[in-house]
């Protein structure tokens, strides 16, 4: 890059006295800009337990309180962004480490990540994790028993599973790995509006929402 | 889903009285809250041509009006959702085609998605354009001249290039399709205000933003 050329705050010198740019509009301004803190919500839990439904159900009330949010699930990544892979271990795994990856940067983007994702292995989880800082993520188990589950079921997917027509279905054929040490555990046996009404609340205590809000 | 359990406005039946959720906060209401347009700022051009040095220089022009943007460039998705990718035909057409179904999901969040990749094929370009509505993606096409690439070189990669150490690299040894109607053409060899200002007026003219903005 021509030297003076482009004269941007931003830009500064390297050793070899060449311009370069940075970023200038960071994770803590677009934060700041917000009012809010951007974090993931990982919602994680059986098929038909409602992470989903509670994932769009908190993401309107945040959105009330203008909050910026965008809800990650099998709808808006299988068929687009994941849409090469299949449903293989391999490839499992590597819908996760995409969704991770992609949720890494929407919170840098400012926005509060909210993923519904079976995501049955504690593994998969604690990878994303760790790929953000330890304030960025906040799992929470949405706990259902298989029974009420299978009742649910409103894709007929447990009575294809038990008819052998599905392999490796979570909670049939294939484990689902509770989570350890979630910052959140959501009965969601529970009505909807008291398992959002929890969920609120832990994101004033935690900070990530002011009382202002 | 328990019939009745989930006294969300945004629930519906289906036929077979199955209670099912919805997503309420769509990009419209994003847009609403967020008092712009939602887009896809598409930069291509030669390697040290500036794209991501404009692509940075914009969004703070953006960020100080209250847009919310990002930025998508190769420190940021070569080394995490593009990680498992390396630079063979397949894996560059791969590549282009997350950064394209991503922005997808970042425009839907109601950000401003500025990507600034070589992007050198039309076919991939195109495939991006057609991947989002007609209004929601904008090509740049940052025309320098090779020679004056060359003599920017901040990373000395066109000396490698040449003296090939690097392998199919574009406008060396790979080709570079030049955009044929692209929204915008920007002279990079020009100041970097310049190039800001025009990108900026484009976007009010196109009603991104508003003049109250």
Same mark, same amino acid.
């Given at each position: ?25 960071? !994770?803590?301004?677009?934060?700041? *800009? ?5 974090? &993931? ?5 059986? #098929?038909? @337990? ?74 998969? !989880?604690?990878?994303?994790?760790? *790929? ?5 993520? &906040? ?5 259902? #028993?298989? @029974? ?66």
């Amino acid at each position: 890059m021509k030297k003076g050329r482009y004269p941007l705050n931003s830009e500064k010198k390297t050793e070899k006295n060449i311009v370069w740019h940075h970023a200038t509009v960071t !994770r803590e301004r677009r934060e700041t *800009l917000n009012k809010h803190r951007s974090v &993931i919500l990982w919602f994680t839990g059986l #098929s038909s @337990a409602g992470k989903s439904t509670l994932a769009h159900a908190v993401e309107e009330q945040l959105h009330q309180k203008n909050c910026r949010t965008f809800v990650f699930d099998g709808d808006n990544v299988r068929h687009g962004l994941c849409k090469d892979l299949g449903f293989s271990a391999e490839d499992r795994h590597e819908n996760i480490r995409r969704i991770g990856e992609m949720s890494k940067l929407i919170i840098e983007a400012g926005v509060i990540a909210l993923t519904a994702f079976i995501s049955p292995f504690r593994k998969d !989880r604690d990878q994303i994790r760790h *790929l953000v800082s330890q304030d960025d993520f &906040i799992e929470i188990y949405c706990r259902c #028993s298989l @029974a009420v589950c299978e009742q649910r079921d409103p894709k007929g997917l447990y009575q294809r599973a038990r008819a052998g027509e599905i392999k490796e279905f979570t909670g049939i054929t294939s484990p689902y790995e509770e989570p350890e040490n979630p910052e959140l555990v959501i009965d969601t046996e529970q009505p909807l509006t008291e398992c959002v009404d929890r969920i609120m609340r832990y994101l004033y205590e935690r900070g990530v929402l002011r009382l202002s809000t």
